[in-house]
């Protein structure tokens, strides 16, 4: 077994528990991850750590890091087949982001969008944490010596700074960090909002965003009221640049339900918008029906949550600990007699 994983490229990736998972995490990111457990050694993880850098409600926190870890395996992602574990399990996360805090300059962390962004949204804490946010990052990554990071363009700033200091840190040290690339899946889906189009849909605006535990009544309210197009046309034809709202809808129909664009245009010939948008809402309701009943069930088991997260951490820890005693070691640290 450990030969064949050793032999297998590793994959990893992070969602930050600060919001309950939406339709374009599952069409953009977890629904393909659950692919690639026989081709990838798989680490996924709740962000925990990086979601304190913005103020969380502690009860909140704890109840969506288990809610997300329920998901992630409602959506196909095999306890069995990934490694699945909560951040904050594995303190070598935290303490090799310290050391990379001394690798990674004032100027690169000045530099990154997402720092930017959040200062702005968060102009009365903007905390230590938020700055070297890009250094943990890093320190996630570098641990489990990963190949491929699946993430969104958003993160694709975050992911060259970590080769960055990883090839930085090769270069003081020796041979020490595999470089990861970004790996933007094959397929994957980039999922709009429902109310703003232009915009990918998002926790931030929850009237526009489907939350895969949201109750089909709610599904279909928010499909119903999506924004087309102001056209008076109302024929469903693929335009993203004239008619964004209706090629959302159908970006969205074609991934749950499999169909090409073609086969929708003619689904729907002469039936309108009115006759088009309650149907996707139905197909989303049918698509995750199976994902939220198969969640809910999960999360009311709070044993076999424990017993999935408690062997990812330990699973995990056995790779992050190599990786840390290497690191201290070669950055002069007297081994620990312990
Ligand atoms: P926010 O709502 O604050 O922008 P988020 O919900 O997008 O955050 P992230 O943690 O940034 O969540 O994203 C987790 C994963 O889901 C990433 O791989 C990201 O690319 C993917 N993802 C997020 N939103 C979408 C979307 N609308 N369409 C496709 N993929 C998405
Ligand atoms: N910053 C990412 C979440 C994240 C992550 C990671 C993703 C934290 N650590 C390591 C990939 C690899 C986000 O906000 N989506």
């Known amino acids: 077994m450990e030969n064949t994983e050793l032999s297998k490229k590793v994959m990893l990736s992070g969602i930050q528990p600060s919001g309950d998972l939406h339709l374009g995490n599952y069409l953009g990111a ?15 993880f709740m962000a925990d750590l990086h979601s304190i850098t913005v103020r969380q409600n502690p009860a909140e ?31 070598e996360h935290a303490e090799l982001g310290w050391i990379l805090n001394c690798y990674t300059m004032f100027g690169e962390l000045s530099r990154m ?55 930085r840190f090769n270069n003081i040290y020796g041979e020490t960090f595999k470089v990861p690339e970004p790996y933007i899946p094959k397929v994957g889906a980039r999922i709009m909002g429902l109310m703003n189009p232009t915009s990918k849909m998002s926790k931030s605006d929850p009237q526009g965003c489907v939350f895969l535990l949201d109750s089909p009544e709610e599904i279909a309210r928010k499909f119903k009221r999506a924004v087309t197009d102001s056209d ?35 689904e729907f010939q002469g039936k309108g918008y009115g006759a088009f948008k309650p149907a996707v809402g139905e197909a989303v309701i049918e698509a995750l029906r199976p994902v939220r009943e198969e969640a809910q069930r999960i999360m009311a088991d709070k044993a076999y949550l424990q017993q999935v997260y408690t062997q990812g951490a330990q699973k995990a820890s056995a790779v992050a600990r190599r990786t840390l005693r290497k690191v201290y070691k070669r950055v002069g640290f007297v081994e620990k007699p312990f």
């Not at 977890?30 to 996924?44: G, I, P, R, S």
């Not at 329920?70 to 303190?91: M, R, W």
């Not at 694709?156 to 700074?161: D, F, G, R, S, T």
Request: negative net charge; proline residues 4%; glycine residues 4%.
């Open 232 to 266: 008076t046309e109302s024929c469903v034809r693929y335009a993203p640049a004239e008619k964004p709202g209706v090629a959302n809808l159908m970006s969205i129909y074609s991934s749950v339900t499999g169909k090409s664009f073609e086969e929708i245009e003619k």
């Open 30 to 44: 977890v629904k393909n991850w659950a692919t690639l457990a026989e081709e990838f050694d798989c680490y996924y």
């Open 61 to 91: 926190l704890r109840r969506r890091s288990l809610a997300q870890l329920a998901q992630y395996i409602a959506c196909g992602l095999d306890p069995e087949k990934n490694t699945l574990f909560i951040q904050s399990h594995v303190h």
């Open 113 to 167: 969008t997402q720092f930017k962004d959040k200062c702005a949204k968060n102009a009365d804490n903007i905390n230590g944490g938020l700055f070297t946010y890009p250094s943990l990052m890093a320190a996630d990554i570098l641990l489990y010596q990963a190949d491929y990071v699946p993430v969104g363009e958003d993160q694709k700033q975050h992911c060259e700074l970590t080769r960055d200091i990883a090839v």
